[in-house]
C-alpha cells in the first residue's frame, strides 16, 4: 500500500495570504495525485487532478505542483471560503488519502 | 441535477450485516466506475472498495476484504455495499464517489450515510 503523509496536520494563515500544503508518498506515484476539500458538514470536493489540473470551477488561486513522491498545494490568496480540511489522494496504485491538513484562520 | 444519493446507514449491533445503496441520477452510471470512501469520526478519509462499470473487477481496502461486498445494478443507476460481520472500527460516514474518468480522480460525491456500530 502506497502512504501519503500531508503536512502540517494544522496551518494558520490570515485572509489574504498565501497556503502553502504538502504531501509526500512513501513511493512514486507518477501523476496520480489529487486534491480535496473538506467542509464541516459537506462531502469532499475535487480541487486539483493530474497533479496541476485545476478541476471544473475550481478557481485560479488554487494551484498544484509536484513530482514523483512530493506534491504541493497553493492557495495564493486565502479568501474566507477557503478555511477547511484538505486531503491529497493518490490513484497510481489502488487509491490511499493523506490524513488531512486543517487550514484555521490566523 | 447530476447528484450521487446515498441511504441505507443505521445502528447497527457488532456482528451484523447491512447494505449501503448509492443512487446516481444525470449521469451516464453504466459508463462510471464507482467506489465506497469512508470517514470514521475523528478521522481522515479512507477509501473502501470499487467497481468497474461492467462489473467484471472489484477492489477493496485490506480492511474490508472479505467483509465487504461492492456490487451495482447498472438497469436501476445504483451501487450497493453489503458489509457483514460489523465490528465498531465500521463506525463510519460511507461516500459513494464517482470517477472523474477510468484511473483517475473522484469528481463527485454523495452527502454519506452514517453506519454506527455499537452494543
Known amino acids: 500500500e502506497i502512504g501519503m503523509t500531508q503536512s502540517p496536520a494544522t496551518l494558520s494563515v490570515s485572509p489574504g495570504e498565501r497556503a502553502t500544503l504538502s504531501c509526500r508518498a512513501s513511493?512514486?506515484?507518477?501523476?496520480?495525485l489529487a486534491w480535496y476539500q473538506r467542509k464541516p458538514g459537506q462531502p469532499p470536493r475535487l480541487l486539483i487532478y493530474?497533479?496541476?489540473t485545476r478541476a471544473t470551477g475550481i478557481p485560479a488561486r488554487f494551484s498544484g505542483s509536484g513530482s514523483g513522491t512530493d506534491f504541493i498545494l497553493t492557495i495564493s490568496s486565502l479568501e474566507s471560503e477557503d478555511f477547511a480540511v484538505y486531503y491529497c489522494q493518490q490513484y497510481s496504485h489502488y487509491y490511499t488519502f493523506g490524513q488531512g491538513t486543517k487550514l484555521e484562520i490566523k | 441535477q447530476v447528484q450521487l444519493v446515498e441511504s441505507g446507514g443505521d445502528m447497527v449491533q457488532p456482528g451484523t450485516s447491512l447494505r449501503l445503496s448509492c443512487v446516481a441520477s444525470g449521469i451516464t452510471f453504466s459508463t462510471s466506475v464507482f467506489h465506497w470512501v469512508r470517514q470514521a469520526p475523528g478521522k481522515g478519509l479512507e477509501w473502501v472498495a470499487v467497481?468497474?462499470?461492467?462489473?467484471?473487477?472489484?477492489g477493496y481496502a485490506d480492511s474490508v476484504k472479505g467483509q465487504f461486498t461492492i456490487s451495482r445494478d447498472n438497469s436501476k443507476n445504483t451501487l450497493y455495499l453489503q458489509m457483514s460481520s460489523l465490528r465498531a472500527e465500521d463506525t463510519a460516514l460511507y461516500y459513494c464517489a464517482k470517477e472523474k474518468a477510468p484511473h483517475d480522480a473522484f469528481d463527485l460525491w454523495g452527502p454519506g450515510t452514517l453506519v454506527t456500530v455499537s452494543s
Open positions: 493530474g497533479v496541476s
Open positions: 467497481m468497474s462499470t461492467d462489473g467484471s473487477y472489484k
Open positions: 513511493q512514486s506515484v507518477g501523476n496520480k
